[in-house]
């Protein structure tokens, strides 16, 4: 409480100095302020909307907004908005850049906001202006200690009015509270009003330049204060189909400590009243689509979480392994798939990944959130364009199937709200041909396992070359091929019979005898060279005393082949010199019908034979 | 005029053949695969072909390497 009760005294005391220098820093004029502020959850959210009139001669191209110090660290976000009242709908048109500015002369204990115009607002013109800001950690939690069944208390400080370099003619104050509404206290000045869920101050009017009237209220808030301390989120892109999201959170209730010891059986029994300043769930909104969700920590799979959906979303519940009290912290990973094509798109020769900064868990503060964004191998001329400014920085990730890396565009920003859950883009050119990388690395991958085998079948790792074993081997290794190649001389040769078969077979269909007789000269010389090849294979079967024990099956096999080559000579030339002569009759046709018989026979012998010496 | 310039990308092959795919083409491959190590290991080391091995080899290796990468899609590792 001192030091809440030192702040509140240096306020007051700058804002004596300040008022009472008889300073005039422009001829702006504020009509109205309506301010309203959100205390319902841990983010302090304010909305102003400001009437601002010009009424000295000079136009004005910037309005300065200026913060107290003490405020101005915990800002998070702060938009400014040109609204036009028609009747009574407002529309909304520019968002008007807001930067930190540094006028002469002011105390020093303000931070400055300047807010450029759209126009310059010349003498006696009227602007609606709306602000919207958010502040983190800007509700102190007191007591600071609490214990298992006690309900969180926080402290909220403001002014009263408007501080403003401007004069304001007429403002008013709304401060909404958190249901169920239990106020401790609360600063109580003229015109202040506590309603049902608001805490009223105002109208106040005609108010010089940096008002400042410091207020207080002290009340229960029992909502989450979820705070993640670090938020790593990666965003991989994989052009086959797929962004795939990796959130590393790194939580704590940043409320009121937990004193005292914790009793899972009072807290069972009585969750409202026995840990009503626990929180035992968050809710996180992914886009729709989403697949392949998971929620786990470094010690495995956590089975709380539900998961629902329709087409707009994807509402994914996670309770962490036990209820969370103030101080409290946990770590977990979520993960979560979503669709290429929702995410990344192609325009002008580049493509860029569209896709939200922020965390998907609602109400969240992130006070360092660095999101990494993974594109594939490959990518170059990389740029982001974000809506608020980053830090930026580049590293590179291996991952699957890399050989150079994958390009990581780190993106860091502290102090993050729901507010920065807006799209940003990482543009970047990417060759349709690197989407083949990943399959050609496998294919490679396979060939040279492939190659590897060749060699090592080719090569020879024998130690001992002379060991009679290995001779024995290499002398079996020989019949072998050359038994293989009698097969392949074989196999030709029975080749040469079916093409027989098939010129007898054009002859009786087109009767024409020539070129079954070329066929017939061209099969006896093939066979010719064919038996000459054979000799010298037989003649080494013979010397060679390893092949013994098949030489006997190999000169059966040969015998019949040269029966059936006869045989079937023999066929051909009786079927074609009766075509010849015309005479056919059934002396000829029982003559090749036995002919036939014998050759189907036989070829059934050399075909046994051949599969015999396949299994030796 | 530029919201008609941008369009979205999606991938080469639609996800949802991906485990076909994947069970089609490794099929093919341990095919290829055996036919290759069957005539290794049947013909012996001076009748072999070169040629024919490594182009049964490298049938094999494409079925292969693409079957394992739908493979890999299909459950769920996106290279």
């Known amino acids: ?117 759209p126009k310059e607002l010349g003498k006696g013109e009227r602007l609606s202006l709306e602000i919207r800001a958010a502040f ?196 977990f990973t979520i993960g979560y798939g979503l669709p290429l094509h929702d995410f990344l798109f192609q325009s002008q020769g580049k493509r860029f990944l569209n896709i939200s900064f922020g965390s998907p868990i609602n109400d969240l503060v992130i006070e360092n959130l660095i999101v990494k964004v993974v594109l594939p191998e490959g990518s170059k001329d990389i740029s982001v364009s974000t809506p608020f400014p980053v830090k930026e920085s580049q590293e590179v990730k291996f991952s699957h199937l890399d050989l150079v890396g994958r390009p990581v565009v780190v993106l860091e920003k502290p102090n993050v709200v729901p507010e920065h859950n807006q799209y940003f883009q990482v543009y970047y050119r990417f060759g349709n041909l690197s989407l083949f990388r990943e399959p050609l690395m496998l294919i490679s991958g396979f060939f040279f396992f492939f190659v590897a085998c060749i060699i090592y079948m080719r090569s020879d790792l024998t130690i001992s070359k002379s060991s009679p074993s290995y001779l024995a081997k290499l002398q079996w290794d020989e019949v072998q091929s050359v038994v293989q190649q009698v097969q392949g001389i074989i196999n030709e040769c029975l080749a040469i019979h079916d093409k027989m078969e098939t010129s007898l077979r054009d002859l009786s269909r087109t009767g024409e005898v020539q070129p079954c007789k070329a066929v017939r000269k061209a099969a006896d010389s093939s066979l010719k060279e064919l038996s000459k090849d054979l000799k010298p294979l037989l003649s080494f079967l013979q010397s060679s005393g390893q092949a013994a024990h098949i030489l006997p099956k190999v000169d059966e096999l040969i015998g019949k082949e040269k029966e059936l080559q006869e045989k079937l000579l023999l066929k051909h030339s009786t079927v074609v010199e009766s075509f010849e002569r015309k005479s056919g009759g059934k002396d000829a046709d029982s003559r090749v019908a036995t002919l036939q018989q014998k050759i189907t026979a036989l070829r059934q012998e050399v075909d046994d034979l051949l599969e015999l010496l396949d299994e030796i | 005029m530029e919201a008609q310039s941008v369009k ?72």
């Open chain 1, 1 to 117: 409480m001192a030091t809440i009760r030192c702040d509140l005294l240096l306020l007051w005391f700058i804002s004596c100095c300040v008022i009472s220098a008889p300073m005039v820093f422009s001829d702006l004029v504020i009509s109205k302020v309506d301010r309203r502020i959100d205390l319902t959850s841990q983010i302090v959210r304010s909305f102003t909307t400001l009437k601002v009139e010009n009424d000295g001669a000079n136009s004005v191209s910037e309005i300065l907004l200026p913060l107290p110090d003490h405020q101005a660290k915990n800002l998070a976000f702060l938009i400014a908005i040109v609204t036009e009242e028609k009747g009574k709908s407002k529309s909304y048109s520019d968002v008007l850049s807001v930067k930190v500015s540094n006028p002469d002369g002011m105390p020093p204990s303000l931070t400055w906001y300047s807010v450029s115009l």
């Open chain 1, 136 to 331: 983190t950690h800007a509700l102190r939690p007191f007591p600071e200690k609490i214990s298992q069944a006690d309900a969180q208390l926080v402290l909220f400080q403001d002014s009263a009015y408007y501080l403003s370099p401007y004069a304001v003619k007429g403002q008013s104050l709304t401060i909404k509270l958190p249901q169920p509404v239990r106020v401790e206290s609360y600063t109580k000045l003229e015109n202040t009003k506590l309603t049902e869920s608001e805490l009223k101050y105002g109208p106040y009017e005609n108010l010089p330049a940096f008002s400042y009237r410091p207020i207080m209220a002290h009340f229960m808030s029992n909502g989450p204060f979820a705070v993640a301390q670090e938020l790593v989120r990666e965003i991989e892109v994989s052009h086959w189909g797929s962004v795939q999201i990796t959130e590393h959170y790194n939580l704590i209730h940043a409320g009121a400590q937990s004193t005292g010891e914790f009793s899972r059986l009072d807290y069972q029994a009585r969750p409202h009243l026995r840990g009503a300043s626990a929180f035992r769930h968050c809710i996180a909104r992914l886009p729709p689509r989403a697949h392949s969700v998971y929620y786990r920590d470094e010690i495995g799979n956590i089975s709380t979480s539900s998961l629902w959906g329709d087409a707009t979303k994807t509402i994914l519940e996670i309770e962490p392994r036990y209820p969370m009290f103030g101080g409290w912290r946990t770590a």
């Open chain 2, 8 to 79: 979205p990308i999606s991938s080469p092959v639609p996800e949802a053949w991906y485990p076909t795919l994947a069970v089609l083409m490794l099929a093919v491959g341990l095919i290829v695969t055996a036919s290759f190590f069957i005539y290794e290991a049947t013909i012996s080391k001076k009748n072999r072909s070169l040629a024919k091995e490594l182009s049964t080899g490298a049938v094999a290796s494409v079925f292969l390497g693409f079957g394992s990468l739908f493979l890999l899609l299909a459950s769920g590792v996106y290279v």
